[in-house]
């Protein structure tokens, strides 16, 4: 199963043998190449390197084309203020300057850059086929804010015709937005909405949900999935979010992950999440960035979670961090192995070897995720077993896998940070390493010699 499967097979909640990885790579891309947010954003040639660069180092299952909420702003007249890390900021309004409603067009493929955002993704879709490609949209109330300011928040209450004037407005442009990405062939259209954290529930079911809901029917009528992003504490508008009908819904570290797996399968909508921005994937090492993501992945399951950072990862974010992610997500042996340490560092009581321990046997213990699921536990495993089988009842050779409380308890005591490991009395022989069958019989009969065992 290539990656656009997996990652539609996780949209529609389906069994998955593995969680979907999908890196929210912005302006990040433009680090890769050394270029500034700014050359980067502004060139197809930069985004279509930046966007392949990311793919292949961070082994993506899914990616977005360009991660930008200023786009379709920019095309409808609003300023945007240009920097070297980070996407343009809106710094004018057009609906709070003196402009009317009537006097601001939906943009054509023309008008912005929204031809050259076309014409990347197409070429990312030529060259990526097996990648699902997300086509990000600014949702209609982000838009909205974008055209009016923070007028807006004011208006809901003292101006509500007119904000619906305005909504329906924006609706247009995002459907407009859609079809176009559509035509390109990506897999995912997502609108991305992050100012709808900034409403109450009442204010979002009147002004966002009507307006939402009409987009993700247009874009499901056209056979394309979809998601619902939003940034901040969101909370309080999760179900209404999955009530406007999108496959799929995302979130950042501000929403608790559990929450959102349980409002939203019981809806019949997959969620994505929630790997934290910065105290990880910015600022954490490694290893920290494994924890996180790992909690996340043990969280959310393999049936319509899909696991991602919160939102449009930083620009300096280190590759080595995003690297450890990808790593984590396509090694069992890895997430089994920080599992286990996890379950060290919070005082997993030992196992009492009182009994284990033989006086006239030498005990091998193969410490696995698992053999019946991983093809090196299993092989490790398979090693030690043929190795012992000689010596008869004079070896005793056991599995212990840590999907059990038990094995997780073993590989505390035996002190095992490394899967597989094959233990022979006690002593970690042959760490993450499946040696010859004669290597083993030989540290074997070292043992029976020190034993005396005949």
Same mark, same amino acid.
């Given at each position: 199963?290539?990656? %656009?499967?997996?990652?539609?097979?996780?949209?529609?909640? #389906?069994?998955?043998?593995?969680?979907?990885?999908?890196?929210?790579?912005?302006?990040?891309?433009? &680090?890769?190449?050394?270029?500034?947010?700014?050359?980067?954003?502004?060139?197809?040639?930069?985004?279509?390197? *930046?966007?392949?660069?990311?793919? &292949?180092?961070?082994?993506?299952? *899914?990616?977005?084309?360009?991660?930008?909420?200023?786009? #379709?702003?920019?095309?409808?007249?609003?300023?945007?203020?240009?920097?070297?890390?980070?996407?343009?900021?809106?710094?004018?309004?057009?609906?709070?300057?003196?402009?009317?409603?009537?006097?601001?067009?939906?943009?054509?493929?023309?008008?912005?850059?929204? %031809?050259?955002?076309?014409?990347?993704?197409?070429?990312?879709?030529?060259?990526?086929?097996?990648?699902?490609?997300?086509?990000?949209?600014?949702?209609?109330?982000?838009?909205?804010?974008?055209?009016?300011?923070?007028?807006?928040?004011?208006?809901?209450?003292?101006?509500?015709?007119?904000?619906?004037?305005?909504?329906?407005?924006?609706?247009?442009?995002?459907?407009?937005?859609?079809?176009?990405?559509?035509?390109?062939?990506?897999? !995912? !259209?997502?609108?991305?909405?992050?100012?709808?954290?900034?409403?109450?529930?009442?204010?979002?079911?009147?002004?966002?949900?009507?307006?939402?809901?009409?987009?993700?029917? $247009?874009?499901?009528?056209?056979?394309?999935?979809?998601?619902?992003?939003?940034?901040?504490?969101? &909370?309080?508008?999760? #179900?209404?979010?999955?009530?406007?009908?999108?496959?799929?819904?995302?979130?950042?570290?501000?929403?608790?992950?559990?929450?959102?797996?349980?409002?939203?399968?019981?809806?019949?909508?997959?969620?994505?999440?929630?790997?934290?921005?910065?105290? $990880?994937?910015?600022?954490?090492?490694?290893?920290?960035?494994?924890?996180?993501?790992?909690?996340?992945?043990?969280?959310?399951?393999?049936?319509?979670?899909?696991?991602?950072?919160?939102?449009?990862?930083?620009?300096?974010?280190?590759?080595?961090?995003?690297?450890?992610?990808?790593?984590?997500?396509?090694?069992?042996?890895?997430?089994?192995?920080?599992?286990? $340490?996890?379950?060290?560092? &919070?005082?997993?009581?030992?196992?009492?070897?009182?009994?284990?321990?033989?006086?006239?046997?030498?005990?091998?213990?193969?410490?696995?995720?698992?053999?019946?699921?991983?093809?090196?536990?299993?092989?490790?495993? %398979?090693?030690?077993?043929?190795?012992?089988?000689?010596?008869?009842?004079? !070896?005793?050779?056991?599995?212990?896998?840590?999907?059990?409380?038990?094995?997780?308890?073993?590989?505390?005591?035996?002190? !095992?940070?490394?899967?597989?490991?094959?233990?022979?009395?006690?002593?970690?022989?042959?760490?993450?390493?499946?040696?010859?069958?004669?290597?083993?019989?030989?540290?074997?009969?070292?043992?029976?010699?020190?034993?005396?065992?005949?």
């Amino acid at each position: 199963m290539n990656s %656009k499967e997996l990652v539609k097979k996780a949209f529609k909640i #389906e069994e998955v043998h593995r969680i979907p990885w999908v890196p929210f790579v912005g302006c990040h891309a433009g &680090k890769l190449l050394g270029l500034t947010a700014t050359e980067y954003l502004q060139s197809k040639e930069n985004i279509i390197k *930046g966007i392949d660069k990311a793919i &292949k180092l961070y082994r993506a299952d *899914g990616i977005p084309v360009v991660f930008d909420l200023q786009i #379709e702003a920019e095309a409808m007249g609003c300023k945007l203020n240009w920097v070297d890390d980070n996407p343009p900021a809106v710094i004018s309004h057009p609906l709070a300057e003196g402009k009317e409603l009537k006097d601001i067009s939906i943009p054509d493929i023309n008008d912005g850059r929204i %031809k050259m955002v076309m014409e990347t993704a197409a070429e990312l879709r030529r060259q990526h086929p097996d990648i699902a490609l997300y086509g990000l949209i600014t949702g209609p109330f982000t838009l909205a804010l974008h055209l009016l300011g923070t007028d807006i928040f004011m208006k809901l209450m003292m101006e509500p015709d007119y904000v619906h004037e305005l909504m329906q407005f924006t609706t247009k442009v995002c459907q407009f937005m859609a079809d176009e990405y559509i035509k390109t062939g990506v897999d !995912v !259209v997502a609108i991305v909405d992050p100012m709808t954290s900034q409403i109450d529930p009442g204010s979002f079911e009147e002004f966002v949900q009507p307006y939402a809901n009409e987009v993700f029917e $247009s874009i499901r009528n056209q056979s394309v999935l979809s998601s619902f992003f939003v940034c901040g504490n969101a &909370k309080q508008n999760i #179900e209404a979010m999955c009530d406007c009908k999108p496959d799929n819904i995302s979130i950042d570290e501000n929403i608790p992950l559990d929450y959102v797996r349980d409002v939203s399968l019981a809806k019949g909508v997959s969620f994505g999440g929630n790997i934290q921005l910065t105290v $990880s994937l910015l600022m954490g090492t490694e290893e920290e960035c494994q924890r996180d993501a790992l909690t996340c992945m043990d969280i959310g399951g393999k049936k319509g979670f899909l696991l991602a950072p919160g939102c449009d990862i930083p620009m300096d974010t280190p590759v080595k961090n995003m690297q450890a992610v990808a790593e984590l997500v396509h090694d069992e042996l890895r997430q089994g192995e920080l599992r286990a $340490s996890e379950a060290v560092q &919070k005082e997993v009581e030992p196992l009492d070897l009182t009994d284990h321990w033989q006086d006239d046997k030498v005990v091998v213990d193969v410490v696995t995720l698992n053999a019946k699921s991983c093809a090196a536990c299993q092989y490790m495993l %398979k090693a030690a077993e043929v190795a012992c089988e000689p010596y008869g009842s004079k !070896v005793i050779c056991r599995e212990y896998n840590i999907l059990t409380q038990e094995g997780v308890r073993m590989m505390a005591t035996l002190g !095992v940070r490394n899967l597989p490991t094959l233990v022979i009395e006690g002593n970690k022989e042959f760490i993450s390493h499946i040696p010859p069958i004669n290597e083993i019989q030989a540290k074997i009969e070292e043992y029976m010699n020190k034993k005396g065992v005949r």
